[in-house]
């Protein structure tokens, strides 16, 4: 049997979650597909869902994560601001790196010296 280590990280601002994986994800969707809606369908959650995320962070970061684009002949849409495209490629480093140190770490706490193999 293979054990493994699971992780997850998140910011918070006043006990309140600010940023995590779920955001991160929304964003990313919303990045590839253009459109709020098309990514929330993606993540097979509910458009108001997906628009409380963005807007609850946006409000604890003080920041703008989308710009909306008006409906026209194509519809409409939403595109990432810079600071959205900055924070989610820093989110994604800091899970990389957190991943390979719990894994390093988890190996060296419980099978240091260890025949049994993770």
Do not use: C, P
């Amino acid at each position: 049997m293979k054990i493994a280590i699971k992780s997850k990280i998140w910011f918070e601002k006043d006990n309140k979650n600010v940023f995590g994986k779920g955001k991160y994800l929304i964003l990313k969707a919303i990045d590839e597909t253009g459109s709020l809606n098309k990514a929330a369908k993606r993540m097979n959650i509910s458009y108001r869902r997906a628009w409380s995320y963005i807007t609850g962070a946006e409000k604890r970061l003080g920041k703008a994560l989308i710009t909306k684009v008006k409906g026209g002949k194509h519809g409409g849409g939403a595109i990432l601001t810079e600071y959205a495209k900055d924070l989610i490629g820093k989110f994604n480093v800091l899970e990389k790196e957190i991943n390979v140190f719990t894994e390093k770490t988890f190996k060296d706490v419980f099978f240091r010296g260890s025949q049994e193999k993770t």
